[in-house]
């Protein structure tokens, strides 16, 4: 594409953006929370034919977990404009009865299973138990709950529920890189890995029968792997180990006797059948490089959301000859995907010789401006993935390179790898970017003088580290909701989080100087170069303090910041017009800088 054939940004912004899916038991209808009116709703599409599509809800608010039950009844969760205290509706498939069902106030619930009669409901729940989590049973028809399990020590999820309803599976998280899984039968706990003389980290849990269940860990393991425990005689084995992916979410399915695992390695995911019959792992090639969500259907039949640079979030089945149709469409309209840019790959090692792989998003020469965004990822123990982000598009149609690099924290590069960042979240990270953008120099990638600072949530928080640390070398800085200052961050995290502070990133009394070093508003006297702040007003991960703050000190020393507030958002852009607003104001605010 070139200079005189720019686009516009509402063209890269345009794709539908599709929270979560589910399908009817005869796997003729699609419900799909898209925001196609600019805000998120529940529509129901016909699979034959994708303009048969229209609207069940006008709730207008993202929904992140669904499922329909009874065949004419969706259950779903949705929070309030971003304040992620997710409540459980439900509403009939032809749109015609919402129903509110947990709708406690200041609770948040995580639906985990529906019974096989479709009668009872199996979530976690901060409900009178906000620090750490409990796990209930919901009756649909008398309205009683009952608690099954009170969390203690640290945050506690529902996993799986066994056939026979009488053994639940659950996890307990002190930080990302330690947890512990449990079984819950007559009243006691057993842990899965039995006497563990080291941490470990798991992520998905199913039963087979009620006896047995199918787990992934990375216990001993610098990658998850599958295992297997025996509840009658209480034996732990591994089962499947994939080199250097980590096997994070299991779905099983009767009818085909098989566990489908989907594995991420790097920027990448997989997906993989283990058929238990006769122990054979099958790699099922995917139509795009990640995948956001996958369903396994009681006839055997696999439903993907997935998407890839170039290709919007996409809704796929896999045909019973292993190929994979096309059931919603979603482009980039009027841009040719050919002419849509794919990363390089790239790895490098970082100051103290750790390899470290990033993306690298070159611009078309014909738009180049000669100009490099380094772009941190959130998180920040999640991963760059070669996803679709329209945003990047846009940026790279407008002239500018990206740079996404892995640091250390990052998973699915192995155990080790992920550790790093925990109690040093300002410091490796830090250095490892520093060591890429030395790189690109180096390189001709990019050119001193002509980079730019951009990211989110964590990766806003890195940026502007970066950017009063080495105010030196950068341009100009773009942050969305990131922390500013380390100890306010882990004053006001939200209470189920809270236990993981210590180990994650500090403690404020023992870490005072870590923490100082460690926190953007240590250095707000160096900032002189433009820099532009978004916030969401509801955010409770990244509270709106955060942001404020940071302004007010600079304020006060006469320096000059754009500051833009989004009253009806949270951690993130779930408002077409909100987010047309930010990237069309991060954009022009880049074009300004370098002009």
Known sequence: MTQTQKVGLDTFLSPLSISSFSINHDEDELFLSINKTGHYNIWKMDVHNQNEIRPLTSHN????????????????????????LSHLYSISTDGSQWKEILTDNDSMYFLTKVSEDCKRLYYSSTKDNPLYLSIFSYDITTGE??????????????????????????????????????????????????????????????FITDQTVYFTTNYQEEFTYLAKYNIASGMFEKVVEIEKEDIEFLQ??????????????????????????NEALINIPLPTDTIQQYIVTEKGNV??????????????????????????????????????????????KSYDGVPIEAMFYQANPDNSNNHTIIYSHGGPQYNEQN?????????????????????????????SFLKLIEGDWGGGPRLDILAGI????????????????????YGGYMSLLLFGRHQHLFKACVDMFGPTSLFTLIETAPP????????????????????????????????????????GANDPRVKRSESDQMVLALQEKGIHVDYQVYHDEGHGFSKRENELHAYQHVSEFLLDVIK
């Not at 307990?172 to 899984?181: A, D, E, L, Q, T």
């Not at 993907?304 to 919603?328: A, E, H, M, Q, Y």
């Open 496 to 535: 189920h989080r809270t236990e993981r502070m210590d180990s994650w990133i500090g403690n404020p009394i023992r870490d005072k100087e870590k923490l100082t070093e460690h926190s953007p508003i240590s250095y707000v006297e160096n900032i002189r170069k433009p820099l532009l702040i978004l916030q």
């Open 145 to 206: 709950e009952t608690l099954l399990h009170k969390g203690t020590g640290a945050e506690t999820r529902l996993l799986d529920v066994s056939p026979n309803e009488d053994t639940i599976g659950y996890f307990v998280r002190k930080n990302h890189s330690n947890m512990k899984i449990y079984i819950k039968k007559d009243g006691k706990d057993l842990e899965l890995i039995p006497a563990p003389i080291e941490e470990y980290r798991v992520s998905s849990l199913v």
């Open 387 to 415: 996803s679709y982000f329209g945003p990047f598009q846009y940026l790279l149609h407008q002239g500018f390179n990206i740079f996404s690099p892995n640091f250390r924290g990052t998973p699915n590069y192995g155990t």
């Open 61 to 84: 608010q993202m929904v992140s977990e669904m499922t329909v039950v009874d065949g004419n009844t969706i259950l779903f969760t949705s929070d309030k404009d971003g304040n992620e």
């Open 438 to 457: 030395d790189l690109l120099v180096k390189e001709g990638k990019a050119t001193e003088g002509n980079i730019i600072l951009f990211g989110g949530s």
């Open 252 to 277: 099983f399915n009767a009818t085909t006797n098989a566990i489908y695992l989907q594995t991420k390695t790097g920027p990448i995911d997989k997906l993989y059948i283990y058929e238990l019959d």
């Open 303 to 348: 439903y993907i959301c997935g998407s890839s640079p170039t290709i919007p979030s996409t809704i796929f089945k896999r045909n019973s000859v292993g190929v994979w149709d096309c059931l919603l469409d979603n482009p980039v309209l009027h841009v040719p995907e050919e002419s849509m840019i794919r990363p390089e790959r790239i790895t490098y």
